[in-house]
């Protein structure tokens, strides 16, 4: 069964940090590519971050450029998203999704995704 897991949210205060991950199970992460996605309450899902699956290419939302970090550990089937500096702005569900197309670096065409992660960023 073809699954993806986020782990790592919780409540955070302004300034603080967070580790996400993102973990595959019943396929290999090393083919495809992994965007980030967060999704407010009443707004749309935006894209955060994505890597390549090939030269580790990364891109990233100018919303969280310069405090946001994507990694990838393919030994372990894994993606992180290491968040610093968090604003309240940054309170969402973030999805974990992943991509064969040569497009991900758009933010769409992604195959599979994953269930969520609550992160709220709050005094």
């Known amino acids: 069964q073809v699954q993806l897991v986020e782990s790592g949210g919780g409540l955070v205060q302004p300034g603080g940090s967070l580790r996400l991950s993102c973990a595959a199970s019943?396929?290999?992460?090393?083919?495809?590519?992994i965007g980030w996605f967060r999704q407010a309450p009443g707004k749309e899902r935006e894209g955060v971050s994505c890597i390549s699956s090939s030269d580790g290419s990364t891109y990233y939302a100018d919303s969280v450029k310069g405090r946001f970090t994507i990694s990838r550990d393919n030994a372990k089937n894994t993606v992180y998203l290491q968040m610093n500096s968090l604003k309240p702005e940054d309170t969402a569900v973030y999805y974990c999704a992943a991509s064969t197309s040569s497009y991900y670096y758009t933010f769409s065409e992604y195959d599979y995704w994953g269930q969520g992660t609550q992160v709220t960023v709050s005094s």
């Open positions: 019943g396929f290999t992460l090393d083919y495809y590519a």
